[in-house]
């Protein structure tokens, strides 16, 4: 049997199917790159916009259309959220969000596949994203407890459920026997962790710190009202990086009040000034929604003086888009294709202007890179290697040396379009 596995949508969903891909092989089941090769096609769908319903709905007709004889299975939340849909589309069994833990047992009972546990592969001999891999996505929650107005995420996953800590310890030290050098933590509601066992993000970060080799932590997309005051100093470990993604959606408390976003902007200055007096270089990057409806030309001029006032890192830009069955679809007064457009482009210079103000403060610096691949680049033999410094900052740089998978000193020397060029470190 062979079983071809396919996402769209967040990391989480890649993390997914990453653990999938784990236990097919277990059973002896084995994954394929090749959906044409497949006996099974497992697809993780996608629904957190129109277009990622229309991306996941063809998705599924082209995997019908290339392999007839494959048995399909679909889950994700397209298929949970809209299940009369996907099987009119013949899919062989749906598998809904609430039961993906559990897929890999779904599918093997209700589809009658034949197992060969006594010839399985071993874990991780198939690498489901190939080659040239050194960080791993680990699912620790799923579910959301908020409900934004624009979100409709929180509806297909569910209510809050935290993977028990021994599992989340396990999966790291397995994924250090793989050679991972980095792991994110990631989940729909990370802050949510333990919300629904009497534990806390706080005490996973410790119990991950204390009890796992894993030489660099990250920490996936965060809610910047879930960070207690004495969080910072888990960052005092140097395992844990000094970057955290910390979505805003707007710079205006109007707007974030329409959007039912429980942060204000005074309360985010106030936690970025105490994390970046605490925490040295750490880096703040953030998602902004541009065009929420309603959004009048002064709310737009408070997003730009937030963000400025900030200094992200890197800002991720989103032209609203109404999606049905939230909030926020049927809300009055929608901003224009045309003023979306313009906006966005506006505040796409100022991340770029605030991104490069805060890579140019890092030129003399001597820090730790995880080198992700090179290439080629003189007839001597001589490659560019390319990685991420701690706060998640990119870097090149040249060596002989085979460096890839590996955490290399460098000291950085300059900013060339937005990427930190640097040299290695001797001895």
């Known amino acids: 049997m062979r079983v071809h596995l396919k996402t769209l949508g967040c990391r989480l969903n890649e993390a997914e199917l990453e653990s999938w891909s784990r236990d097919f092989q277990q059973r002896g089941i084995q994954p394929d790159s090749d959906p044409g090769h497949a006996d099974l096609l497992v697809i993780n769908t996608c629904a957190v916009t129109e277009e990622a319903v ?9 995997a019908q259309r290339d392999n007839p004889a494959a048995k399909l299975v679909i889950s994700g939340c397209y298929a949970s959220l809209n299940p009369e849909q996907a099987a009119d589309l013949g899919v062989d069994l749906l598998i809904p969000n609430s039961e993906k833990e559990r897929l890999v047992d779904i599918v093997i009972q209700e589809l009658q596949l034949p197992t060969m546990p006594a010839t399985a592969m071993e874990a991780d001999a198939y690498s489901l994203l190939g080659n040239n891999r050194q960080r791993a996505f680990i699912k620790v929650q ?13 509806l297909a996953r569910g209510e809050e459920r935290s993977k028990p800590l021994p599992e989340i310890l396990h999966e790291i030290r397995h994924q250090r026997q793989q050679g991972i050098q980095e792991v994110v933590l990631a989940g729909v ?40 005051e004495d969080f910072w100093h888990l960052f005092k470990n140097p395992r844990l990086m000094p970057h955290l993604h910390l979505p805003m959606q707007s710079g205006a408390n109007s707007v974030l009040r329409r959007m039912s976003r429980r942060c204000r902007t005074e309360e985010f200055l106030a936690l970025a000034q105490s994390a970046r007096k605490q925490i040295a270089d750490f880096n703040i990057t953030t998602d902004i929604i541009v065009g929420f409806p309603g959004e ?15 200094a992200f890192g890197h800002v991720h830009i989103f032209a609203f888009s109404p999606r049905s069955g939230t909030k926020a679809a049927g809300l009055a007064n929608p901003v224009s294709r045309e003023t979306k457009r313009q906006r966005s482009e ?28 090179g290439k080629s680049v003189s007839e001597n ?17 040249a060596s002989e040396q085979f460096l890839e998978n590996r955490i290399v000193p460098v ?16 001895n």
């Open 381 to 397: 033999g001589r490659r560019l290697w390319a990685g991420y410094t701690p706060n998640y900052l990119r870097v090149q740089f």
């Open 411 to 426: 000291t950085l020397e300059q900013n060339s379009n937005n990427t930190l060029l640097a040299s290695v470190v001797e």
């Open 189 to 228: 509601h990370l802050g949510g962790y333990g919300s629904d066992t009497g534990s806390n993000l706080k005490t996973l970060v410790e119990e991950v710190l204390e009890h796992t080799d894993m030489p660099r932590i990250r920490l996936g997309s965060l809610e910047p009202w879930d960070l207690p």
């Open 142 to 154: 799923d579910g959301c407890r908020y409900r934004c107005s624009y979100c409709i995420v929180t």
């Open 54 to 62: 229309r991306k996941s709905r063809k998705l599924l007709r082209r």
């Open 346 to 373: 506006q505040l796409h210079h100022l991340a770029e202007k605030t991104r490069k103000a805060v890579i140019d403060q890092q030129p003399g610096k001597t820090v730790a890179v995880l080198v992700e691949g």
């Open 296 to 310: 009048t030309e002064e709310e737009w001029r408070q997003t730009l003086d937030f963000v400025e006032q900030v």
